[in-house]
T-cell receptor
Framework: DTGVSQDPRHKITKRGQNVTFRCDPISEHNRLYWYRQTLGQGPEFLTYFQNEAQLEKSRLLSDRFSAERPKGSFSTLEIQRTEQGDSAMYLC?????????????FGPGTRLTVL | SQKIEQNSEALNIQEGKTATLTCNYTNYSPAYLQWYRQDPGRGPVFLLLIRENEKEKRKERLKVTFDTTLKQSLFHITASQPADSATYLCALDIRNNDMRFGAGTRLTVKP
């Protein structure tokens, strides 16, 4: 296992289109996080899963965003009816909560550009 | 409101000097705090974790302090090198190992 992977690495779409991103976490990790990051800002929490259960969703996340983690393995993040303000880097991270400390391992991110 | 603030967006220092980055927070009571490094176009990479009952933690040239009274963590890089140039992020455990990140400080170490 070489770490967290994300696909695609880059996505350019037109406003109003739907997009879906995939994240494959480190295999033994039970927690999976989605973040959004814009230039000059830190990662902004979107949602996280423990195994297949979505435990928290940011209040900043509109109903156009949905995430799934079927079977507690990979996860998908879908954005419907994209807007220009959705342009950002979308980061996925996973953690094992080994010893109770949540060291997160990040993927390379998916850069979304909405035209 | 809850805030995580990192000092100045950018910090420039000369090679060999000690870089000190600050993370202040309000209206949180984290059980622990983490520091990450992020290079352009890449995801953050974990560096250090410090628990609420620890005052200081060291790893090679890195040192982190955590003052829960001041609600502040300091991150030091001693004998800095140009390769240390990156953005450094602090992250707080806000509850149940749910993490929140600061905006980061961009460090540039000049030769």
């Amino acid at each position: 296992d070489t770490g967290v992977s994300q696909d695609p690495r880059h996505k350019i779409t037109k406003r109003g289109q739907n997009v879906t991103f995939r994240c494959d976490p480190i295999s033994e990790h039970n927690r999976l996080y989605w973040y959004r990051q814009t230039l000059g800002q830190g990662p902004e929490f979107l949602t996280y899963f423990q195994n297949e259960a979505q435990l928290e969703k940011s209040r900043l996340l509109s109903d156009r965003f949905s995430a799934e983690r079927p079977k507690g393995s990979f996860s998908t993040l879908e954005i419907q009816r994209t807007e220009q303000g959705d342009s950002a880097m979308y980061l996925c991270a996973s953690s094992a909560l080994a010893g109770g400390w949540n060291e997160q391992f990040f993927g390379p991110g998916t850069r979304l550009t909405v035209l | 409101s809850q805030k995580i603030e990192q000092n100045s967006e950018a910090l420039n220092i000369q090679e060999g000097k000690t870089a000190t980055l600050t993370c202040n927070y309000t209206n949180y009571s984290p059980a622990y705090l983490q520091w990450y490094r992020q290079d352009p176009g890449r995801g953050p990479v974990f560096l250090l974790l410090i628990r609420e009952n620890e005052k200081e933690k060291r790893k090679e040239r890195l040192k982190v302090t955590f003052d829960t009274t001041l609600k502040q963590s300091l991150f030091h890089i001693t004998a800095s090198q140009p390769a240390d140039s990156a953005t450094y992020l602090c992250a707080l455990d806000i509850r149940n190992n749910d993490m929140r990140f600061g905006a980061g400080t961009r460090l540039t170490v000049k030769p």
